[in-house]
């Protein structure tokens, strides 16, 4: 399994937005990628409009489909202008 936390800075007044173009992709993934095992919007309780997604993928194609599918690159360009700045991607591996 492959885990991966992507934190997303969103800019002040924009959290509704962003939220509502996230929203529509986690249905879109849950809905499509039975190889995501998890995906998961949450948001900080200490640091405003700070977000983190949850993802764990099942293997290393899961991951490279989830990239790949339409609904994501089409995600992007409606959550880029909410931003205050280039996602961190972090990727982990499952400890089994």
Known sequence: MIGVVATLKVQDGKGDEFEAVFKDLMA???AN???????????SRTE?????VL???????ALKAHGQT?????AGPKMGPCLAGRPEIEMLDAVQ
């Open 28 to 30: 879109q993934v849950k």
């Open 33 to 43: 990628e039975p190889g995501c095992l998890v995906y998961q919007l949450t948001k």
């Open 48 to 52: 405003p409009g700070t977000y983190k």
């Open 55 to 61: 993802e764990i993928y099942a293997n290393d194609e």
């Open 70 to 74: 339409e609904y994501f690159k089409a």
